[in-house]
Nanobody, 125 residues
């Protein structure tokens, strides 16, 4: 069973930065992603990685501001968030799935069947 544990959330002023981390254990996964959900809104994909090839995909709303990376030695995925805006506020979840036949990252949450417990990010104006 894949287990994911997030860390690094917190409160920051607009324009600031935060780095989220997600430690994976259990079977090796092929895809990992970061999703967020704000109160009253649907969950949205923020960043996705294909671990096998290192490719990434980002939501338009975070392109140029967020960077996802994978530390293979530690089996950790990170999300560096810069130039944060109040609209980035929400619960951030790390997710993963195993599917080695397609080498592309995906922001579709329905593909993910392993989820972390979430970490809160709050950006004040």
């Amino acid at each position: 069973q894949v287990q994911l544990v997030e860390s690094g959330g917190g409160s920051v002023q607009g324009g600031g930065s935060l780095k989220l981390s997600c430690a994976a254990s259990g079977p090796i996964v092929s895809h990992m992603g970061w999703f967020r959900q704000a109160p009253g809104k649907e969950r949205e994909g923020v960043a996705a990685l294909y671990i096998g090839g290192g490719s990434t995909e980002y939501a338009d709303s975070v392109k140029g501001r967020f960077t996802a990376s994978f530390d293979n030695a530690k089996r950790e995925v990170h999300l560096l968030m810069t130039s944060l805006k109040p609209e980035d506020t929400g619960m951030y979840y790390c997710a993963a799935y195993i599917e080695w036949t397609t080498g592309r990252p995906s922001l579709e949450d329905v593909k993910y069947n392993y989820w972390g417990q979430g970490t809160q990010v709050t950006v004040s104006s």
